[in-house]
């Protein structure tokens, strides 16, 4: 199983971006495909997930009206629009697949590598 992330970099504060997950080596119909981030210092947290089957989204209050989670099925891919970013929105983002979903890292068995997020005010 594999979960490219891609996408991020640096932006001004109020600006968009958009990070993509591409998932290939099985299967993820019935899976919850997550977005987490991590900030220096901080523990890992939840932004967004997707069930891929349902396409039902839930997200953290604090991204709620500014981020999009989505999925393409043709091309395995998750995406996470980002708009109106905040400096507190900096961070290494992941992408993570997980039987159950959920809104716990500890959930997820399958992660990508992470890519930059850096919001300058």
């Known amino acids: 199983v594999q979960l490219q992330a891609s996408g991020g970099g640096l932006v001004q504060t109020g600006g968009s971006l958009r990070l993509s997950c591409a998932a290939s080596?099985?299967?993820?119909?019935?899976?919850?495909m997550g977005w987490f981030r991590q900030a220096p210092g901080k523990e890992r947290e939840f932004v967004a997930v997707?069930?891929?089957?349902?396409?039902?989204?839930y997200y953290t209050d604090s991204v709620k009206g500014r981020f999009t989670i989505s999925r393409d099925n043709a091309n395995n891919t998750v995406y996470l629009q980002m708009n109106s970013l905040e400096p507190e929105d900096t961070g290494i983002y992941y992408c993570?697949?997980?039987?159950?979903?959920?809104?716990?890292?500890?959930?997820?068995?399958?992660w990508g590598q992470g890519t930059q997020v850096t919001v300058s005010s």
């Open positions: 997707i069930y891929w089957s349902s396409g039902f989204t």
């Open positions: 993570a697949a997980s039987e159950r979903g959920g809104y716990s890292h500890y959930e997820y068995a399958y």
């Open positions: 080596g099985r299967t993820f119909s019935g899976y919850g």
